[in-house]
């Protein structure tokens, strides 16, 4: 397949990206620009933005286009599942791992890897990626073969990492080699101008997916869709129209399908932290680690509950100073049980009492 044309100068650089305002317009000049090189980039911007199409039209637009375009989401695994997930592991490395595993960098080979929410990982794994950025290489989990990729990198971050950095939560020459590209998405209230053509394109959208002919909108629906402030940015508004085109009655947007905050009826509600009960994250995650298996994988139980296993004692030692008696008595187990399941892990360990 050849690469999709990159000459154009104004416009979208693919399909699908929807906007022509200034702010986009300079994102479109540097996807184009960028995408003819090998070059690390870094995408900033707030949730909801559309990072990661800007990622894939990046990808699309290159030379590596017939090759994979990888996504991981490192603010959704936890240090040890994330370090599996990126550089794979080898059979025996850890309880639970069954068979050798590749990694996503292996699995991008000749392709992109696109890292969501770089700013959560941690130090240990900013050490491992720094490493592939440099050197183009690495070692699986539980291994000493070292595994060399010609993988493009293109990282994402919801938040300032120059404060990330100087708060030392993030390794300031990780960011200096991922941030040789960087783009900064405008948030949505920041292109107003683009919205009547978002709003366009989601109801044909959704019109069509659920057999809807929602052609229409409202002018004072548009005007308080154009007024509203936009904390979750494009995101939001996709799920306002979808919801609208679902409760329309006729072909048109109206003022009284949207929600309460956008009409103005309502203050917005603050946004902050949003606990989940652990029933709720219980069920997520094994839900992921079944879809992540595989219909074939007959090893569930390793897969699952070992891994699960594993990160609880690790961060039961490391919240009692690795004291094991204290980890023990935390845990409600055997002291020789907790050190048989210590060393069956490989965790860190120090002396205890």
Same mark, same amino acid.
């Given at each position: ?46 949730? +909801? ?282 845990? +409600? ?21």
């Amino acid at each position: 397949m050849q690469p999709f044309p990159n000459n154009k100068t104004s416009g979208p650089p693919l399909p699908g990206l929807i906007g022509a305002g200034p702010a986009m317009e300079e994102v479109y000049r540097l996807t184009r620009r960028v995408a003819g090189s090998n070059a690390s980039v870094l995408l900033l911007g707030e949730t +909801g933005t559309g990072k990661e199409m800007i990622a894939n039209a990046i990808h699309r637009l290159s030379d590596r286009n017939s090759s994979p375009f990888v996504r991981v989401n490192c603010g959704a695994l936890s240090e040890s599942l994330l370090e599996s997930e990126l550089f794979g592991h080898v059979r025996g490395a850890f309880t639970g791992a069954a068979s050798n595993r590749t990694g996503r960098f292996e699995a991008a080979h000749t392709g992109t890897i696109f890292l969501d929410e770089i700013n959560s990982t941690t130090p240990h794994l900013q050490v491992k990626l720094l490493r592939v950025l440099q050197e183009r290489e690495f070692e699986r989990v539980g291994d000493t073969t070292t595994i060399r990729v010609d993988t493009r990198v293109i990282a994402a971050a919801n938040c300032d990492l120059l404060v990330e950095v100087d708060e030392r939560r993030f390794r300031e020459d990780l960011y200096w080699r991922l941030n040789v590209v960087p783009i900064e998405l405008p948030p949505l209230r920041q292109r107003r101008e683009d919205i009547p053509a978002l709003v366009a394109h989601f109801l044909h959208l959704y019109s069509v997916a659920n057999d809807r002919f929602v052609v229409h909108i409202h002018p004072e629906a548009m005007q308080a869709l154009q007024e509203y402030h936009w904390p979750g940015n494009v995101r939001e508004l996709q799920n306002y129209v979808e919801r609208a085109v679902v409760m329309a009655e006729g072909d048109e947007l109206t003022l009284e399908l949207l929600p309460a905050t956008v009409r103005g009826t309502e203050p917005p509600r603050k946004r902050g932290p949003q606990a989940a009960d652990f029933e709720s994250l219980m069920f997520a995650l094994v839900q992921q680690g079944i879809a992540e298996a595989g219909a074939n994988d007959e090893n569930l139980h390793s897969r699952i509950v070992d891994r699960v296993e594993r990160e609880l004692i690790a961060q039961v030692l490391a919240s009692v100073g690795h004291v094991q008696t204290k980890a023990a008595v935390r845990l +409600g187990i055997n002291r020789n049980t907790l050190h048989k399941k210590i060393r069956d892990y490989e965790l860190e360990t120090s002396p205890s009492s």
